[in-house]
């Protein structure tokens, strides 16, 4: 884990809430002169702390769209078959999120889908379709109460 220190993580924070800074805004911000800046960035870029830069689409401004929680089990006696669920989850479009779990269930999906029919059929046409996938249970958004990318500074937690 890359050693960071309060103005790495500063940066870190400002670029989370707009990824559109430039580096003068963020000297600025900062108090800063440029240089330092960019170097920060491009150490944080390069150690693969950013991963990567994207645009964040209001799902509810661009189209209606239900979201769903899955969880489900998987049928897998061997490790490596997993992979192949993994493969398969990779590989749909409507599978914004997948999580391997510890616990009672297996694995997490966010889905997203237009509606309720729509749901129905990607049920129906993908998820029977993936490898091992056990049985699945799924719960359906009501209200968004946070919606959150930004990754605290965990330094700052304790």
Known sequence: MPNLDATDHQILALLQDNAKLNVNDIAQELNLT???IYERIKRL???GVIDKYVAL???KKFTPSVV???TGSLKVTKFDQTQDFYDAVMKIDEVLEC???GGEKDFMLKVI???LDSYHE???AKIGSIPYVGEIKSSFVLKEVKYSTRIPNMNLMD
């Open 34 to 36: 440029k240089t330092p």
């Open 45 to 47: 870029e390069k150690t």
């Open 57 to 59: 689409v209001d799902r």
């Open 68 to 70: 769903v929680f899955l």
């Open 99 to 101: 999580y391997l779990l």
């Open 113 to 115: 889908a237009r509606d």
């Open 122 to 124: 990607f049920y129906s």
